[in-house]
């Protein structure tokens, strides 16, 4: 069934990849026999589409996989495989021979179309899935938390294909596990006998890295069958983010404690960073410009205030604000945040830390690459060294650029931390941060200090 599939999505591929070329022909030339010479393009792209395509994974099964990143990987490979139809034609010298707008219309065409297909059918699938057909059918190892979190996101998945038809309690005589629609057993042999009885597809072993002498019972005990064995380890006690899994030297390996943040969109975001920070201070200038003539006539001293400060994977920078207190001599050594009527703060200086106005020079900080529009607040190093042996993960927060507003600041937690709870509630909630990052999540930060964060009462 498998290879019936990838056999006709290679064949939709390659004819769409043609009848692509065909409409972007009708749509470029009135006489479509004067794209000829484009028809061998056409058909070298088909051929090297069925060498590109499955090295990036697009003829797969991905049941229970992302969608999203299916059509980012076919894409992706559609963009090689163009690019390298293109460097065909440079090698020839007749890329000048072929129409720009043909090539674009064609490879828009072709794209979109691939990726449309594979939406439909994956969405035809889900339905027959949940309407009971195409189903892998599930056997699940496991005990405690663990094991019921996977069967309820199988059962809140019903699109993926899976259905749970059988639970080994690990723990035989432990806390029952609460699915009575589904058979649990406590010996592994009547469970490996229920497997064969019914030709069940899968099993999965839902067991924590300490339970390695019942791992490598069921291993031994299904090796010589045709059933497919997934090891999906409870790694919640040990991981500081939820356990994700990455190739490293062509080793499959668990992310313990590592950024949940992949790379791929820490390049995005920061792209995203630099143009926001370049619009942004754009369109400020005239509001910035007015606010530093205010501060140089408030008191004497600079316009900026500059702090030493730590950023992604604690290197140190330096941050810009506007200096809103006079200039005083600080303690070697200690830093004195802000209290409510601190003398030391001017009256503009005071309007400013209210409306975060003071922070706008932080845009510089982020147009050069120090920091990011959100994020995890960055704090003085002195604070630093004095919360991170006292609180639980507080380092975890420079496995991201630091922000000029996050989470924790459009939720209240902003301003003095005169007692180490209000910096563990801020820690957690950048470590939430973490844990759930995306863009939607960014805009939302960014909408709610614009709208509610830029005036808050612990800021003084």
Aim: glycine share 8%; proline share 4%.
């Amino acid at each position: 069934m498998r290879g019936l599939q990838d056999l006709w999505a290679r064949v939709y591929d390659v004819g769409i990849i043609a009848l692509g070329g065909l409409i972007a022909s009708q749509l470029r030339f009135e006489d479509v026999a004067d794209g000829r010479l484009y028809w061998a393009f056409v058909a070298f792209s088909a051929t090297l589409s069925l060498l590109v395509f499955p090295s990036f994974g697009v003829y797969e099964s991905w049941r229970g996989r992302s969608k999203i990143a299916l059509v980012r990987q076919l894409a992706l490979a559609w963009a090689v495989v163009q690019v390298g139809a293109m460097a065909l034609m440079f090698s020839l010298h007749m890329v000048n021979l072929v129409s720009r707008l043909w090539f674009g219309y064609w490879t828009m065409l072709s794209g979109a179309a691939m990726i449309a297909g594979r939406i439909w059918m994956h969405a035809l699938l889900g339905r027959m899935r949940t309407a009971g057909m195409n189903l892998h059918q599930v056997a699940i190892a496991g005990c405690g938390g663990h094991c019921d979190e996977l069967i309820r996101k199988i059962e809140t998945s019903p699109t993926t294909g899976f259905r749970a038809s059988a639970i080994y309690n690990t723990k035989a005589g432990g806390a029952p596990i609460a699915h009575p629609e589904i058979p649990v057993f406590e010996d592994h042999v009547a469970f490996a006998a229920f497997v064969r009885e019914h030709e069940l597809d899968e099993v999965w072993l839902a067991l924590p890295l300490s339970e390695e002498s019942a791992i490598m019972t069921l291993f031994n005990e299904f090796r010589n069958d045709l059933v497919n064995i997934r090891f999906m380890p409870d790694v919640r006690t040990l991981s500081l983010f939820e356990g994700s899994v990455t190739n490293l030297l062509g080793l499959p390996t668990i992310n313990l404690i590592a950024s949940p943040v992949p790379p791929s969109a820490l390049i995005k975001k920061d792209l995203f960073d630099r143009l926001f920070a370049a619009a942004a201070l754009l369109a400020l200038a005239p509001v910035m410009i007015a606010i530093a003539i205010a501060v140089k006539l408030s008191s004497e001293g600079p316009v900026f205030f500059k702090q030493r400060r730590k950023g992604v994977d604690g290197r140190v920078f330096t941050i810009y604000k506007f200096r809103s207190m006079r200039v005083h001599q600080p303690k070697a050594g200690v830093i004195e945040q802000a209290k409510r009527g601190d003398p030391r703060v001017t009256r503009v200086g005071a309007f400013l830390r209210r409306t975060s106005l003071d922070e706008l020079p932080q845009f510089i900080n982020v147009l050069r690459g120090e920091m990011s529009v959100v994020g995890p607040r960055p704090h003085a190093i002195e604070h630093d060294n004095l919360y991170q042996p006292i609180v639980q993960g507080y380092i975890h927060r420079y496995r991201i650029k630091p922000g000029i507003t996050g989470w924790a600041q459009v939720n209240g937690f902003r301003g003095e931390t005169e007692r180490v709870e209000k910096m563990e509630q801020r820690v957690a909630h950048d470590l939430y941060y973490l844990r759930n990052w995306s863009f939607r999540l960014d805009m939302r930060i960014i909408l709610a200090t614009i709208f509610k964060g830029l005036r808050h009462t612990n800021a003084y």
